[in-house]
């Protein structure tokens, strides 16, 4: 069965860090770009980060870039999100997925598998 499983979510206070993790399992890991999403509560989900096969080209949201860092290690089927200097805006379900694309997409409909999503509320 395929399977994307966030972890690392929580409550964290403004300036703060967190480090979420997506494990896959049941799809071939490498051959997908794998991509960060996240909604809150009354708004559309956005594309936050997603990262190439083989560790290519990145995309960042410009409400992230430069705090956000998105990783992949293929060898454990895992990609990260470490997420720096936290604003309360940040606060959402973050959700990670995977798409069977050499390059990244900022299109939620262009990814094939999606985690359940993890909570990430950062308090002011």
């Known amino acids: 069965e395929v399977q994307l499983v966030e972890s690392g979510g929580g409550l964290v206070q403004a300036g703060g860090s967190l480090r979420l993790s997506c494990a896959a399992s049941g799809f071939s890991f490498d051959d997908y770009a794998i991509g960060w999403f996240r909604q809150a509560p009354g708004k559309e989900r956005e594309g936050v980060s997603c990262i190439d096969v083989n560790d290519g080209s990145t995309y960042y949201a410009d409400s992230v870039k430069g705090r956000f860092t998105i990783s992949r290690d293929n060898a454990k089927n895992t990609v990260y999100l470490q997420m720096n200097s936290l604003k309360p805006e940040d606060t959402a379900v973050y959700y990670c997925?995977?798409?069977?694309?050499?390059?990244?997409?900022?299109?939620?409909?262009?990814?094939?598998?999606w985690g359940q999503g993890t909570q990430v509320t950062v308090s002011s």
């Open positions: 997925a995977a798409a069977f694309s050499f390059a990244c997409s900022r299109l939620a409909r262009d990814y094939d598998y």
